[in-house]
């Protein structure tokens, strides 16, 4: 009997529901937009507050949030900030769908749709803006960052920076060429891998 219980339960689609999540105004990201220092800020999508209110002026150019009318359902995210913040939070801690939901009160389906829309909006938000450029840093300002890794560990003089990647998984192209390019013995999968390079500070250089 409990078998067959949790056979059904296994087949059954689980996901939150608006009536378990809290309303979007009093949800966890509203208390860190109003009440969060930069520490806070840096943790949840790696910019200052100052820093992720610039790029938020940006992106409100881009991000359209439709006015609450008397009729129809308004939007449950009404502010620029909840979707800049969403979809920098969904990129730097990974989260799994169901914690955003919680973390930003809105149901499965409401978040797929402003996932979708924020991340085109950041896209375009991001192109010739200054600030987000990446740019290879000077002699002298390697020899600073050189100095801090060396202040760590004394053992590196000469390193101003670090490289880390991931791994993307693509489909099997079907050239022969770029198949055998992307295909990863060790993980047995097709995939294209980016590489960033970071400054001793953490920025992407």
Same mark, same amino acid.
């Given at each position: 009997?409990?078998?067959?219980?949790?056979?059904?339960?296994?087949?059954?689609?689980?996901?939150l529901?608006?009536?378990?999540?809290?309303?979007?105004?009093?949800?966890?990201?509203?208390?860190?937009y109003?009440?969060?220092?930069?520490?806070?800020? &840096?943790?949840?999508?790696? &910019? *200052?507050?100052?820093?992720?209110?610039?790029?938020?002026?940006?992106?409100?150019?881009?991000?359209?949030?439709?006015?609450?009318?008397?009729?129809?359902?308004p939007?449950?995210?009404?502010?620029?900030?909840?979707?800049?913040?969403?979809?920098?939070?969904?990129?730097?801690?990974?989260?799994?769908?169901? *914690?955003?939901?919680?973390?930003?009160?809105?149901?499965?389906?409401?978040?797929?749709? *402003?996932?979708?829309?924020?991340?085109?909006?950041?896209?375009?938000?991001?192109?010739?803006?200054?600030?987000?450029?990446?740019s290879?840093?000077?002699?002298?300002?390697?020899?600073?960052?050189?100095?801090?890794?060396?202040?760590?560990?004394?053992?590196?003089?000469?390193?101003?920076?670090?490289?880390?990647?991931?791994?993307?998984?693509?489909?099997?192209?079907?050239?022969?060429?770029?198949?055998?390019?992307?295909?990863?013995?060790?993980?047995?999968?097709?995939?294209?891998?980016?590489?960033?390079?970071?400054?001793?500070?953490?920025?992407?250089?």
């Amino acid at each position: 009997m409990i078998e067959g219980a949790w056979r059904a339960a296994m087949r059954t689609r689980h996901y939150l529901t608006v009536s378990c999540l809290d309303v979007p105004c009093v949800a966890a990201w509203m208390a860190l937009y109003k009440n969060g220092f930069d520490s806070n800020f &840096l943790n949840a999508t790696s &910019l *200052t507050r100052a820093a992720f209110k610039h790029l938020l002026r940006r992106f409100a150019r881009y991000y359209y949030i439709p006015p609450a009318r008397s009729r129809g359902k308004p939007p449950k995210l009404r502010y620029h900030h909840q979707a800049l913040g969403l979809v920098l939070c969904f990129y730097v801690g990974s989260m799994e769908n169901g *914690t955003l939901c919680m973390l930003f009160g809105v149901p499965p389906s409401t978040l797929s749709r *402003t996932l979708c829309k924020a991340e085109e909006a950041l896209s375009c938000a991001l192109r010739d803006f200054a600030p987000a450029r990446i740019s290879w840093p000077s002699p002298s300002r390697q020899r600073e960052l050189a100095s801090l890794v060396n202040a760590r560990e004394p053992l590196l003089q000469y390193t101003f920076g670090f490289i880390d990647g991931k791994n993307f998984r693509v489909q099997q192209p079907p050239n022969s060429d770029l198949q055998n390019a992307m295909y990863n013995g060790w993980l047995h999968s097709v995939l294209v891998t980016g590489t960033i390079c970071f400054a001793a500070d953490g920025c992407i250089i």
